[in-house]
C-alpha cells in the first residue's frame, strides 16, 4: 500500500509514499482491540494508521435498533444515539515520539469498514495492507495519524530524516478523558428585565436535586453583513449544590438550516450559512464562533455568593423582548486520560 504524506484514508497524495517500518503495536481502548502495524516514514514526519477490531454482532444490532428512525431523530437524540455506536475513535490529545513531544501539527481522519452496510469497501487497500492482521475480520476501522517530527537534535538527524533513515524507537500517546452526555432538554425563556430565574433538574446519575440561579441578563447583536444582525443573548448563572467535580452542563447555542433561507425588509437569514453557533459551556472561557473567536469574562460570585458560569441564548435573526435557552444536558466523566507507550 502507498501511504502520502497526509491523514486522508481517500485521496492519492503527491510526492514520494512513505518508508514502511513495521512496528506490530496493540493496545486497547474502550473495548476494542487497536493495532498499530506500520509507520511510516517521511523526510517531515511519520504517517501511522490505527485498526480496531469491531463486533460483527452489536454493529449489527446497533443498525437494526436505529436504521428505520434514523432520519427522524432530533439532533439531541442524535447525540445520545452516537454515544451507543460499538466503534469510538480514540481520542488523542497528544503525541511524543522518541521521547519528545510533537506540536498541535498533526491531522487524522477515519472511517470503517462494513460490508453490509457499504457496497464499495474504500478500505480495501487498507484491508489487503494489513490482512495479517485482519484476514478472519468483517468489520474494522481504521484512524490514520499525519505526524509531523518534533525539532530535530542535530544537522545529522535532520539529513537522517530528509533520507527518511531516521528510525523511530518510541511512540507514546495520550487521550483526552472521555465524558458521557446525559440529556435534560430543558426550554425556558428569559428576557432582559427579569433580575433573576430559577431552574430546576434532577442529576440524571447522582438523581440529586440541582438549583440554577439565573442573572444579568444581556442581549448581544453580532453583525451579519452591513444591513443585517444576530441577536444572542446572555446569561449568567449560580448552581447550588455544586456539580459533582468534572461534570458540566451543555446549553443548545446553535441553529441550523434545513432550507434555503428567504430575505425581506424585516426577516432575514444567509443563504450562505448552514448553522451558527456558540462554542463554549458552563465554565471557563466562551467563544463566539461566526467569523472570529474572542473569549468572555466571568465574573467571581453571583447573587447567593456562588460562582458564576455563562451560558448563550440560541441564536435569532430577529430582535425580540425573550430569548430561548435550551440546557440539553449534562456532560459527565466517563474514562480518565490514558497513556499508551509503544517501542
Excluded at 498499530?36 to 437494526?64: C, Q
Excluded at 444567509?270 to 472561557?285: E, K, L
Amino acid at each position: 500500500m502507498k501511504v502520502y504524506y497526509n491523514s486522508s484514508l481517500w485521496s492519492k497524495g503527491k510526492g514520494l509514499w512513505g518508508w514502511p517500518q513495521r512496528t506490530n503495536w496493540q493496545f486497547e481502548y474502550a473495548g476494542a482491540k487497536r493495532y498499530i502495524p506500520v509507520i511510516y516514514r517521511f523526510s517531515k514526519g511519520i504517517v501511522f494508521d490505527v485498526i480496531a477490531i469491531l463486533d460483527e454482532t452489536k454493529l449489527r444490532e446497533f443498525f437494526e435498533k436505529y436504521e428505520a428512525i434514523e432520519e427522524t431523530l432530533s439532533p439531541l437524540q442524535q447525540h445520545c444515539v452516537e454515544q451507543e455506536h460499538p466503534y469510538q475513535a480514540v481520542p488523542i490529545s497528544s503525541i511524543w515520539i522518541n521521547e519528545k513531544q510533537v506540536g498541535d501539527g498533526y491531522s487524522s481522519s477515519s472511517s470503517m469498514s462494513i460490508p453490509w452496510v457499504q457496497q464499495d469497501d474504500e478500505l480495501k487497500l487498507v484491508r489487503k495492507a494489513y490482512s495479517s492482521i485482519l484476514k478472519d475480520v468483517v468489520c474494522f476501522a481504521c484512524e490514520r495519524y499525519c505526524v509531523p517530527y518534533p525539532p530535530a537534535d542535530s544537522k545529522f538527524q535532520k539529513l537522517l530524516r530528509f533520507l527518511r533513515l531516521d528510525r523511530v524507537n518510541r511512540v507514546k500517546l495520550s487521550t483526552y478523558p472521555m465524558k458521557r452526555f446525559f440529556p435534560l432538554d430543558i426550554h425556558f425563556e428569559m428576557s432582559v428585565d427579569e433580575k433573576q430565574k430559577e431552574i430546576c433538574f434532577n442529576h440524571p446519575v447522582t438523581g440529586m436535586k440541582h438549583t440554577l440561579y439565573f442573572q444579568s441578563p444581556e442581549s448581544m447583536e453580532l453583525p451579519i453583513d452591513q444591513n443585517h444582525n444576530l441577536y444572542i443573548m446572555q446569561s449568567m448563572y449560580e448552581i447550588a449544590p455544586a456539580l459533582p467535580q468534572g461534570d458540566t452542563l451543555q446549553f443548545g447555542s446553535s441553529i441550523q438550516y434545513t432550507e434555503t433561507p428567504e430575505i425581506s425588509d424585516d426577516k432575514f437569514s444567509p443563504t450562505s450559512a448552514s448553522s451558527i453557533g456558540i462554542i463554549g459551556g458552563a465554565d471557563g472561557p466562551t467563544s463566539i464562533f461566526m467569523s472570529s473567536k474572542g473569549e468572555g469574562e466571568t465574573v467571581s460570585c453571583g447573587l447567593h455568593g456562588l460562582p458564576l458560569h455563562s451560558c448563550y441564548s440560541v441564536p435569532s435573526f430577529q430582535k425580540g423582548e425573550t430569548s430561548n435557552f435550551i440546557l440539553e444536558g449534562i456532560n459527565t466523566k466517563d474514562r480518565n486520560s490514558e497513556e499508551y507507550n509503544f517501542s
